[in-house]
């Protein structure tokens, strides 16, 4: 039998909720349905602490949500300091948009793009509504797009 990595495996055309992974999680393996996988997801979220934004710039926090909610663009900062697997939300209502700037470092991946490393770096959205879900992936200095912006995206 080969062994395949798993940038070698097929991709999934189609998934129910009741369709069985793998997933490892602190070294130890198991089998997950999709629907343990969206519970635990929708969880967290449920969790999170919104802030409804119109000054800026705004200082983020991990683990917190952020509409931006003015006719001007707000402007978050990323924290300067994160946990691997924290998440940060925006959810734009506004008609200014958002703008997320880095700090010394820093990056964000949005599916094949990052933006420039440290604090030139920043992505905004182009569309009132555009929304994106980052996932601290790198402590303290990269964070990967889960979900990201309905419309175009700026990524500098």
């Known amino acids: ?58 200082a ?33 209502f506004g008609s200014g948009g958002w703008h997320i700037a880095q700090n010394a470092g820093q990056n964000i991946i949005i599916g094949s793009n990052s933006t420039t490393p440290g604090a030139g770096g920043f992505i905004e959205s182009t569309n009132r509504y555009d929304s994106i879900l980052l996932f601290g992936a790198a402590t303290s200095t990269t964070w990967i797009a889960l979900g990201a912006p309905q419309g175009n995206i700026t990524i500098f």
């Open 60 to 92: 983020m926090v991990a683990n917190n949500g952020y509409m931006a909610n003015s006719s001007s663009q707000v402007v978050f900062t990323l924290p300067l300091s994160f946990a691997f697997s924290t998440f940060i939300y925006v959810q734009g």
């Open 1 to 58: 039998m080969a062994k395949e990595k798993f940038s070698q495996l097929p991709t999934v055309p189609s998934a129910t909720l009741s369709d069985v992974i793998c997933a490892v999680q602190g070294g130890i393996s198991s089998q997950e349905t999709l629907q343990q996988i969206q519970t635990l997801f929708l969880s967290s979220i449920n969790n999170i602490t919104w802030h409804n934004t119109i000054t800026t710039p705004q």
